[in-house]
């Protein structure tokens, strides 16, 4: 059971990443998402999707990011666009349900600079 989280870097801003998750067992949960947290900040949730579909986005990232996931590969996307140096943290991917996070995958860094 594993999320193995990829597609970090180094951007400039104004730039996009697609960062993507795969996910093992059970870990590819009913509602998954995406988390992150910058040096010196609480970690806090970007964005969430549901086995049916439904998205959460943080206010900060609205028009900007879109998650998805795809049911048949276990997979969770989060392409990022329009990135922002305050977009820079280690992302992480984690599945849960009920609103209730149990699975985390190690993170996958992002850095917004010129």
């Known amino acids: 059971v594993q999320l193995q989280a990829s597609g970090g870097g180094l951007v400039q801003p104004g730039g996009s990443l697609r960062l993507s998750c795969a996910a093992s067992?059970?870990?590819?949960?009913?509602?998954m998402g995406w988390f992150r947290q910058a040096p010196g900040k609480q970690r806090e949730l970007v964005a969430s999707?549901?086995?049916?579909?439904?998205?959460y986005y943080a206010d900060s990232v609205k028009g900007r990011f879109t998650i998805s996931r795809d049911n048949t590969k276990n997979t969770v996307h989060l392409t990022m666009n329009s990135l922002k140096p305050e977009d820079t943290a280690v992302y992480y991917c984690?599945?849960?349900?009920?609103?209730?996070?149990?699975?985390w995958g190690q993170g996958t860094l992002v850095t917004v600079s010129s």
């Open positions: 067992g059970s870990a590819f949960s009913a509602l």
């Open positions: 984690s599945g849960g349900r009920l609103g209730i996070y149990t699975y």
């Open positions: 999707v549901t086995s049916g579909g439904s998205t």
